[in-house]
């Protein structure tokens, strides 16, 4: 059965810390599943987003057993440099930035 589920983001982006904007630009995702598996929502960590340009795909959501994507990978969500901001110089200043603490 195909359907569509919601995506839910969980956690922080650090490269919103730098002045970026997160970008979500699907709402939903659709999915294929027995209706016994189908799942509420999907579920997936921000904080994988730590550069301007950074962007999650189809094949880096953990999807739950039994259920398969329907989409292309193009990106689910992603975080873009402030206008006027110079992405080379964003990146290395992520990238210098401390690391989150767990």
């Excluded at 002045?19 to 294929?32: E, I, M």
């Excluded at 730590?50 to 259920?67: E, I, K, M, R, W």
């Excluded at 873009?80 to 901001?85: D, E, F, I």
Aim: hydrophobic content about 50%.
């Amino acid at each position: 059965m195909a359907a569509e589920a919601p995506q839910i983001g969980h956690g922080s982006a650090p490269a919103l810390d730098l002045g970026g904007t997160l970008v979500f630009p699907p709402t939903a995702l659709k999915v294929r599943a027995l209706p016994a598996n189908l799942p509420n929502a999907i579920h997936f960590d921000l904080s994988q987003l730590a550069v301007f340009g950074a962007s999650l795909t189809v094949g880096d959501l953990v999807l739950p057993d039994g259920v398969s994507a329907l989409a292309s990978v193009r990106g689910r969500a992603c975080v873009t440099a402030p206008r006027g901001a110079d992405a080379a110089g964003a990146t290395a200043t992520a990238a210098e930035a401390p690391a989150p603490e767990a």
